[in-house]
């Protein structure tokens, strides 16, 4: 993903505000889709949505972006190819030097949509693979026919010489399946596998008895360590910002360095981006700090997007992490992994308050009363 990688030496810097470097941002380009999963962020269904960025707004917001950073840009929904103008964006996006990527279902993708891909600009695509059977993808995503669809998407991708990832939402109903998930990711030929950790927004509010326990957390997340040596793929932890925790605990228990290098979508830097490196865009133009986060950093159609990534108050405030609360705020990984500030939200209704799914107990923290 990043034609120029470098090496990060040690933890990453504490945050400090304004000038914190931008990686990633995610584009709700729209909310319309043509899948109904039963996770989804958005609960999004088949629109139109009212309010969406037009074409123009679109332009804007990317120039604004490139002139606050050159992070990677991921054009996401929803269903992003249910968007007309979604090539023109990509080439606009790639003209201004963003890195574009795109996170289709792959349901969508022929062999002239992929073509299209590859003209405009995309790097790489996600696709989303919940199971390791047709039978349970099929039920996750709420539509029959997902699992061949995005399979034949992938190869169509695939065969326009574009790079994917293998998206993997966890839950306590596809725990079993991941390691044929990764190696279903290997045969496809994948550049990464990404799992996610099921944060209870949206539809996912509804199965939040899916989500698995901070025991069953730490153990899958201490085997998917133990695949880094295994795969020839990369592998990245989402929304389980306790993997980073995790991968200095082993590499210093094995005595080994880390090597903090700058991959793109794959980058080892540190646990929950929200606010710090990252933030997401929805369709209307609010900034939030994650998908996830349901707060309102900003809006792009009132605002520049520098004025909001340098100067919101939330950013500012997720970005000193001595305002953390609770055993994140004393956590000697605060620095590195910053606990889940969607799932702390979800839990608590403060988005600053201590991780909920989290079994580790910091050296300053008091032992939880028996």
Same mark, same amino acid.
């Given at each position: ?245 995790? $991968? &200095?605990?082993?590499?210093?228990? @094995? /005595? !080994?360095?880390?090597?903090? *290098? ?7 830097? %540190? ?46 405030? $997720? &970005?000193?992490?001595?305002?953390? @609360? /609770? !055993?994140?705020?004393?956590? *000697? ?7 889940? %500030? ?29």
């Amino acid at each position: 993903m990043n034609p120029h990688p470098h090496t990060e030496k040690g933890n990453p810097p504490h945050g400090h505000g304004k000038g914190s470097t931008l990686r990633l941002v995610a584009w709700e380009t729209t909310r319309n889709c043509n899948l109904s999963c039963v996770h989804c962020r958005a609960a999004a269904t088949k629109g139109p949505y009212e309010g969406e960025l037009n074409t123009d707004q679109g332009f804007k917001l990317l120039d604004e972006i490139a002139e606050a950073g050159k992070p990677i840009i991921i054009l996401t929904g929803g269903e992003p190819l249910l968007r007309d103008d979604i090539f023109d964006l990509a080439k606009h996006g790639d003209h201004l030097g963003l890195r574009m990527v795109m996170a289709p279902n792959g349901t969508l993708i022929t062999p002239a949509v992929a073509e299209k891909m590859a003209a405009s600009g995309i790097r790489r695509i996600s696709a989303s693979i919940d199971g390791a059977t047709k039978a349970f993808h099929d039920k996750f995503r709420g539509v029959d026919g997902a699992f061949n669809a995005a399979i034949r998407g992938i190869e169509y991708v695939k065969a326009a010489g574009i790079e994917f990832q293998i998206n993997t939402t966890i839950t306590k109903s596809n725990l079993d399946q991941i390691p044929r998930i990764l190696e279903l990711a290997e045969r496809l030929g994948a550049a990464a596998h990404h799992i996610f950790l099921l944060v209870p927004t949206g539809r996912g509010k509804y199965i939040v008895d899916q989500a698995i326990d901070a025991k069953e957390y730490e153990t899958t997340l201490n085997w998917f360590y133990d695949q880094r040596e295994k795969t020839p793929l990369q592998l990245k932890a989402t929304c389980a910002p306790h993997y980073y925790r995790i $991968l &200095r605990q082993r590499a210093k228990a @094995e /005595g !080994k360095t880390i090597s903090f *290098e700058t991959h793109g979508l794959d980058a080892v830097t %540190r646990g929950c981006l929200a606010g710090t490196g990252f933030c997401f865009i929805s369709h209307t133009g609010i900034v939030q700090p994650c998908g996830y986060t349901d707060v309102k950093c900003g809006d792009i159609t009132k605002s520049t997007f520098g004025e909001v990534w340098n100067q919101s108050p939330v950013f500012l405030k $997720l &970005r000193d992490f001595k305002q953390l @609360e /609770g !055993k994140c705020g004393v956590c *000697e990984y605060r620095a590195v992994c910053g606990g889940c %500030r969607a799932r702390a939200f979800e839990a608590t209704g403060n988005y600053m308050a201590e991780e909920p799914l989290c079994a580790f107990q910091p050296e300053k923290a008091s032992p939880p009363p028996d």
